[in-house]
């Protein structure tokens, strides 16, 4: 009885479906060199482009630290996936242990 | 280098690296003047770097999901082991001090059995301690008497005289050899003392030893009766004793009379 008892109560635990972060840095790097192509004759527009050209570094600049601090931020990445299985595991183990322990605690008999 | 022992964070972190290396050098080829650009091969070998280091990033920010869920798992758990250390604290400090309390209730168990067993060995019957008891409380030890008031010279203890009227008090007297006379007096002595105390329970008691008492011979000495032959001894404590045992004399029984201050 109490066996059955116990491993429900580890595996009752659902898994969270956790979306992905997402991270779009190709089409920024797109954007320039496509700006930087353009190559316009007309001096004005040529102006223009190379304003909007530097903007595009800079948002480039900007969505990689963003990305960065992004990544900094996620949760659960501290280990790779091998490590936090085996730590899951030695968990789960330790959560049986303990189980049982105050069951034998609760069953001893004088 | 094998990336298997870095923890995912450092992968992404490298990954998000390697896209900045890659596009900065493709934005500089495209900015570059015409002399110092790359050949094509090399550039669409950079394109197709940047590309797949992409599909790297995306495929370890799925790892990374995955790992969160995993984490939320083990936070759980972990929740759960920490509920358990709690109840295993608990369980632990009771067990400790039913532990105590069975150590302390088995001493104490076990001195009461010694106890028992010692007086087993030497068992007392019921009778005599009943005896003794009546004994005890017959003398007013226990309990005064009844009509005992203020200024009743009775005592729960023996008093002075009749402490001189006992066995010691009259064998103590009795080594000068000097045989008892006038029992008589000491009767009358006595009564006068019981009249005095006015109670029934110390003369009750006297009369046991009554025969062996002494009286007072009108020349001031103390004389005993001995026993059933008659006669009376005269209990001389002064005159038969040597010069350096005049301290003894302080303790005669002439001046004692007066050392006793608690008959009153």
């Known amino acids: 009885m109490d066996v059955v008892d116990i491993k429900p109560q580890i595996a009752n635990i659902p898994e969270p479906k956790i979306q992905p972060v997402e991270i779009e840095i190709l089409p920024v790097v797109y954007d320039i060199i496509r700006s930087v192509e353009k190559d316009p004759i007309d001096n004005t527009a040529k102006q223009k482009e190379s304003a909007e050209c530097s903007q595009k570094v800079l948002e480039l600049q900007r969505s990689l630290d963003a990305a960065r601090a992004t990544i900094r931020k996620l949760h659960g990445i501290e280990y790779s996936k091998e490590e936090q299985l085996r730590r899951l595991e030695s968990l789960r183990k330790q959560l049986a242990l303990k189980q049982q322990l105050i069951k034998k605690y609760k069953n001893v008999q004088f | ?264």
């Open chain 2, 1 to 264: 280098m094998s990336s298997y022992h870095l923890s995912t964070r450092e992968r992404l972190l490298a990954i998000v690296n390697d896209i900045e290396i890659v596009a900065k050098e493709l934005i500089e080829n495209t900015i570059a003047p015409k002399a110092q650009k790359m050949s094509s091969a090399d550039h669409t070998q950079l394109v197709e770097l940047l590309v797949l280091k992409d599909k790297e990033l995306k495929a370890t920010l799925q790892l990374a999901a995955e790992q969160a869920g995993i984490e939320k798992k083990m936070d759980a758990l972990r929740d759960q082991v920490r509920k358990q250390d709690e109840e295993i604290n608990q369980l632990q400090k009771q067990l400790k001090e039913a532990e105590q309390i069975l150590a302390t209730s088995i001493f104490q168990a076990r001195q009461k059995l010694a106890s028992i067993t010692k007086a087993n060995k030497r068992p007392v019957s019921s009778e005599e301690l009943i005896k003794f008891a009546h004994r005890i409380s017959a003398s007013h030890a226990i309990c005064a008497p009844l009509t005992w008031q203020q200024g009743d010279l009775r005592r729960p203890y023996p008093t002075d005289i009749e402490m001189r009227l006992g066995f010691l008090g009259k064998s103590d007297l009795n080594i000068n050899g000097h045989n008892m006379q006038h029992p008589n007096s000491l009767n009358e002595m006595h009564r006068n003392t019981s009249a005095v105390a006015a109670g029934s329970g110390a003369g009750g008691e006297i009369p046991a030893s009554a025969q062996n008492q002494f009286a007072w011979h009108p020349s001031g000495e103390l004389h005993m009766s001995m026993g059933a032959g008659g006669g009376s001894v005269s209990l001389d404590t002064r005159a038969h004793k040597d010069a350096s045992q005049d301290d003894v004399e302080v303790m005669s029984t002439e001046s004692s009379s007066s050392s006793s201050s608690d008959s009153q």
